[in-house]
């Protein structure tokens, strides 16, 4: 069975950093492409950022370009999101998603980690 | 940047067909994506290739794509259909995902 497990979200001050995890099981992860996608509380889904199947590729939204890094061990199975110099419009529900083929729908998605942005 | 629009809500009585539109430019060129998401939980993908229907998924859900539209068909809607869909595209110009404005459903 699928699994994608995130992990990390908290509550953060503006400024402030934070990494998210999401792990891995039930599918050769080193063969997926995987993203990340938001949604701020209300509101609808929108699209964070991406990775390769080996990690030698990624892209960003706009948004957060410069501030956040995708990246991905695929030893353990895991994705990762660093995410810097945060603000308050960065609070959102973050999940990871699976690319069921490359670059194209998410198959798989996990249950979601709250990041909050607040002084 | 690529656009797709959604109506906000859609209200549909137990047994009928509910349809959600997907609108962006030359949409037909494209693979539309449909994602059910209900309070509190994550998104699931309910049709992908603009009419495929992924295991598990009941043949009440379809979809079309033509022109600048797109569009997700519930059939013999019932109570648990009640949720927000999203329509998604990959935009190749970007090189991101593009998600629709979401459409809530409502089974009166």
């Known amino acids: 069975e699928v699994q994608l497990v995130e992990s990390g979200g908290g509550l953060v001050q503006p400024g402030g950093s934070l990494r998210l995890s999401c792990a891995a099981s039930g599918f050769t992860f080193s063969s997926y492409w995987m993203h990340w996608v938001r949604q701020a509380p209300g509101k609808g889904l929108v699209w964070v950022s991406r990775i390769n199947s080996d990690g030698s590729s990624t892209s960003y939204a706009d948004s957060v370009k410069g501030r956040f890094t995708i990246s991905r061990d695929n030893a353990k199975n895991t994705l990762y999101l660093q995410m810097n110099s945060l603000r308050a419009e960065d609070t959102a529900v973050y999940y990871c998603?699976?690319?069921?083929?490359?670059?194209?729908?998410?198959?798989?998605w996990g249950q979601g980690t709250l990041v909050t942005v607040s002084s | 940047s690529y656009v797709l629009t959604q109506p906000p809500s859609v209200s549909v009585a137990p047994g009928q067909t509910a349809r959600i539109t997907c609108g962006g430019n030359?949409?037909?060129?494209?693979?539309v994506h449909w994602y059910q998401q209900k309070p509190g939980q994550a998104p699931v993908l309910v049709v992908y290739?603009?009419?495929d229907r992924p295991s598990g998924i009941p043949e009440r859900f379809s979809g079309s794509n033509s022109g600048n539209t797109a569009t997700l068909t519930i059939s013999r809607v019932e109570a648990g259909d009640e949720a927000d869909y999203y329509c998604?595209?990959?935009?190749?110009?970007?090189?991101?995902?593009?998600f629709g404005t979401g459409t809530k459903v409502t089974v009166l």
């Open positions: 030359n949409i037909g060129s494209k693979s």
């Open positions: 998603a699976r690319d069921g083929r490359v670059d194209d729908y998410g198959d798989y």
């Open positions: 290739d603009d009419s």
């Open positions: 998604q595209v990959w935009d190749s110009s970007s090189d991101h995902w593009v």
